[in-house]
Nanobody, 124 residues
Framework: QVQLVESGGGLVQAGGSLRLSCAASGRTFSSYAMGWFRQAPGKEREFVTAISQSTGNTYYADSVKGRFTISRDNPKNTVYLQMNSLKPEDAAVYYC?????????????????WGQGTQVTVSS
């Protein structure tokens, strides 16, 4: 079992930056592929970015490529999402997710564990 707790959300002006963190419980964090998803009101949860368990391979949705960066610190059991040049359309609840896999995973169905989410609001 893995428990995930996101933090770092908040209100930011368009063009600003935020860094989200996702802290994971357990001693096998390095065995998990990690991902970030987001869900805006009235919309389905969508993939943002993901990182593999150990090699650090990453993948980004086209909408965030070049602006967002995912990283992980395995000794700290934490995955991060650095968000720069934020736009109003980035506003959503952001969720981190985990799954035991060697691969970079890009769909909600691939993940087994989810955090409770953290709200990101971007004012124009």
């Amino acid at each position: 079992q893995v428990q995930l707790v996101e933090s770092g959300g908040g209100l930011v002006q368009a063009g600003g930056s935020l860094r989200l963190s996702c802290a994971a419980s357990g001693r096998t964090f390095s065995s998990y592929a990690m991902g970030w998803f987001r869900q805006a009101p009235g919309k389905e949860r969508e993939f943002v970015t993901a990182i593999s368990q150990s090699t650090g391979n990453t993948y980004y949705a086209d909408s965030v490529k070049g602006r967002f960066t995912i990283s992980r610190d395995n000794p700290k059991n934490t995955v991060y999402l650095q968000m720069n040049s934020l736009k109003p359309e980035d506003a959503a609840v952001y969720y981190c997710a985990a799954a035991r896999s060697f691969r970079v995973l890009t769909t909600t169905q691939m993940y087994d564990y989810w955090g409770q989410g953290t709200q990101v609001t971007v004012s124009s």
